[in-house]
Nanobody, 115 residues
Framework: QVQLVESGGGLVQPGGSLRLSCAAS????????MRWFRQAPGKEREFVARISPGGITSYANSVKGRFTISRDNAKNTVYLQMNSLKPEDAAVYYC?????????WGQGTQVTVSS
């Protein structure tokens, strides 16, 4: 079955950096677009970034220029490099893949931005 396992979250000061990872299994990773979403307390889950099978990327306006999504097809892993973090970036970050009509989510990794 499809499994997505995120890691790399933690506590960071404003202006700091983190790199999230999402290891995928049960899919033909190189054929699927991968996405990152986030959800802050009391807010809806929101799109953060997407990378196509060919490496084309797109970002939410709120993270453009600060976050970079990338993928390593040999490792079945997608990454989210987050720089210049702000308190409003604090959330649980989720990895997502859509296979045909089914959406799959990881368990999430907590990112806390605080001094």
């Amino acid at each position: 079955q499809v499994q997505l396992v995120e890691s790399g979250g933690g506590l960071v000061q404003p202006g700091g950096s983190l790199r999230l990872s999402c290891a995928a299994s049960g899919i033909i990773f190189s054929s699927d677009a991968m996405r990152w979403f986030r959800q802050a307390p009391g807010k809806e889950r929101e799109f953060v970034a997407r990378i196509s099978p060919g490496g084309i990327t797109s970002y939410a306006n709120s993270v453009k220029g600060r976050f970079t999504i990338s993928r390593d097809n040999a490792k079945n892993t997608v990454y989210l490099q987050m720089n210049s973090l702000k308190p409003e970036d604090a959330a649980v970050y989720y990895c997502n893949v859509q296979v045909v009509v089914d959406n799959y989510w990881g368990q999430g990794t907590q990112v806390t931005v605080s001094s």
